[in-house]
Nanobody, 122 residues
Framework: VQLQASGGGLVQPGGSLRLSCAASEFTLDYYGIGWFRQAPGKEREGVTCLDNSDGSTYYVDSVKGRFTISRDKTANMVYLQMNSLKPDDTAVYYC????????????????WGQGTQVTVSS
């Protein structure tokens, strides 16, 4: 089972993008879903997640106040709205099933699909 991220692109600093996460084989609402990113030469980093039971969310400090994770149950999609983008946000972004609490995000199994490239540059 893999999740598919889409919506990346090239954006200027200060701009916005909305990433989408889709799954064709199961209902996303049954699971915690998170977003990770990996920049060249760096380890994969947990960015944010949304718990499926109590709605808890986690955000890494570097994106707090700029990124928002949300879920559309009808569409079976999870979104990542990214505002005030910075060059340091440049990375490949992935969505995955996770264990999500307000303090941490942990991958659950191997549900990485193809990520989507986000490049923030002038």
């Amino acid at each position: 089972v893999q999740l598919q991220a889409s919506g990346g692109g090239l954006v200027q600093p200060g701009g916005s993008l909305r990433l989408s996460c889709a799954a064709s084989e199961f209902t996303l609402d049954y699971y915690g879903i998170g977003w990770f990113r990996q920049a060249p030469g760096k380890e994969r980093e947990g960015v944010t997640c949304l718990d499926n039971s109590d709605g808890s969310t986690y955000y890494v400090d570097s994106v707090k106040g700029r990124f928002t994770i949300s879920r559309d149950k009808t569409a079976n999609m999870v979104y990542l709205q990214m505002n005030s983008l910075k060059p340091d946000d440049t990375a490949v972004y992935y969505c995955a099933m996770v264990i999500c609490t307000a303090q941490a995000i942990s991958p659950l199994g191997d549900t990485w699909g193809q990520g989507t490239q986000v490049t923030v540059s002038s």
